[in-house]
Nanobody, 116 residues
C-alpha cells in the first residue's frame, strides 16, 4: 500500500523559511522520481519541483527557482522541499507526488501560510 505523508508546514512570515518532508512507503522509493505540487486557494494544483531517482537531476517551476530546493534521502525513503524567501503567494497546500504507469499518488498535503 502506497503512502505519502507530508509534514513541516505552518505559518511563516514573508521572507521566512520552511522545510517540508514527505515520508514514502509501499514502493521502491529509490527507483523513482518524486515531485512536490502545491494548490493555492481558488487555484489549480501546480508543479513545484521534481527530483530524479538518484537526486542528480532537479527541476523547478520558474517562480520557485533560486528560492526552493528539492532533495531526497533514499536511505530514509524521504523527499524534502526547502523553501526560502517565502512570499504570501506561496501560501497553499503542498503535496508530495509519485506516479507509476499513469496512476498518480498523493499525500494528504501540508498547509503553508505566508503572512505577517
Amino acid at each position: 500500500q502506497v503512502q505519502l505523508v507530508e509534514s513541516g508546514g505552518g505559518l511563516v512570515q514573508p521572507g521566512g523559511s520552511l522545510r517540508l518532508t514527505c515520508a514514502a512507503s509501499g514502493f521502491t522509493f529509490s527507483s523513482y522520481a518524486m515531485s512536490w505540487y502545491r494548490q493555492a486557494p481558488r487555484k489549480e494544483r501546480e508543479l513545484v519541483a521534481t527530483i530524479s531517482s538518484t537526486g542528480g537531476i532537479t527541476t523547478y517551476a520558474e517562480s520557485m527557482k533560486g528560492r526552493f530546493t528539492i532533495s531526497r534521502d533514499n536511505a530514509k525513503n524521504t523527499v524534502y522541499l526547502r523553501m526560502n524567501s517565502l512570499k504570501p503567494e506561496d501560501t497553499g497546500v503542498y503535496y508530495c507526488h509519485w506516479k507509476l504507469l499513469g496512476v498518480d499518488y498523493w499525500g494528504q498535503g501540508t498547509q503553508v501560510t505566508v503572512s505577517s
